[in-house]
């Protein structure tokens, strides 16, 4: 490896402190206590300089995000709104919620017409791939009010997998929330990102979804997020969830 120090640099506890890390202080106690690393290495010299664009940076494992030309976001997406920017035959779409940003935006992975809650918006392209890459099995956790009285054991055979048209299919986990005889709320964690997967899972054991949530992506929850609405990824948060992809 090589030597991270980037002569014409800023001091690496500015860098932290500027991103949220905490004050200029507490972040050249991190330093001193060998918990931040850069480009590999870890860093323990206080008159290190660092690129805040091109140096790799984490902090007990987590990653700081230092390039702030990079955003990502959370949105609550309300049912009946397409999961694309723009959509070609003039439904409602994801721009405008971010139509008063400077960014260009993409949408990491997607939610069907019907489904409502957390989709994330990023102009970071790595993370974006990683995101919605089958290689990092990123969970995605879902409520869903489904019809007829659902039974404890439906969730092991959900966890040991059914078969669907289009080949196998599991969740990682099922918990249910709620059985009445009309309906029943079941929360339901996955990793896979075909089509439609949740509801198609949910017809085939003779529960078909009357209503679904996305509540968690990867690390992110929704939170207190309204549906329309956004808030920045950023800090701790961010850092988690590119820890989750191995950035």
Known sequence: MTDPHVPTGERLQKVLARNGVGSRRACEGLIAQGRVSVDGHVVRELGTRVDPVASVIHVDGIRVQTDSSLLTLALYKPPGVVSTMYDDMGRPGLVQYVEDRPERLYHVGRLDQDTEGLILLSNDGELTHRLTHPKYEVPKTYIARVEGSVTRGLGRVLERGITLEDGPARVDRFVLRESAPRNSIVEITLHSGRNRIVRRMM?????????????????????????????????????????????
């Open 203 to 247: 017809a085939e054991v003779g529960h078909p979804v009357m209503e679904l949530v996305r509540m968690k992506f990867g690390t992110v929850v929704v939170g207190h997020l309204k549906p329309g609405k956004t808030r920045v990824v950023a800090g701790s948060e961010l850092g988690a969830l590119m820890k989750l992809v191995d950035l």
